[in-house]
Nanobody, 127 residues
Framework: QVQLVESGGGLVQAGGSLRLSCAAS????????VGWFRQAPGKEREFVAH????????YYTDSVKGRFTISRDTAKNTVYLQMRSLKPEDTAVYYC????????????????????WGQGTQVTVSS
């Protein structure tokens, strides 16, 4: 079992940056791929970014490509989401989630594929 805790959210002006962290405990984090998802009020939870178990492969939803960077530090059991050029439409609760490394890579953006979720951290981008 993996426990995940997000941090780093807050209020930022449009065009600004934030770095979110997802700290893991429990089983070895390197055995899991990690995704970042977000959910705005009244909206479905949506995929944002994914990093594989080793950190060597990343994937992003189109709306954040070129602005967000997902990375992981296996030694620290932490995954990061560096967010730049933030827009008001990025406002949401951001969640990190983990799934076993051997799960289908093609399903990396699917919410239901993830077994473990953090509590979320609020990101608010003002215009």
């Amino acid at each position: 079992q993996v426990q995940l805790v997000e941090s780093g959210g807050g209020l930022v002006q449009a065009g600004g940056s934030l770095r979110l962290s997802c700290a893991a405990s429990g089983r070895t984090f390197s055995g899991y791929a990690v995704g970042w998802f977000r959910q705005a009020p009244g909206k479905e939870r949506e995929f944002v970014a994914h990093v594989n178990w080793s950190g060597g492969s990343t994937y992003y939803t189109d709306s954040v490509k070129g602005r967000f960077t997902i990375s992981r530090d296996t030694a620290k059991n932490t995954v990061y989401l560096q967010m730049r050029s933030l827009k008001p439409e990025d406002t949401a609760v951001y969640y990190c989630a983990a799934r076993l490394r051997y799960r289908d890579y093609a399903a990396r953006a699917v919410v239901d594929e993830y077994n473990y979720w953090g509590q979320g951290t609020q990101v608010t981008v003002s215009s």
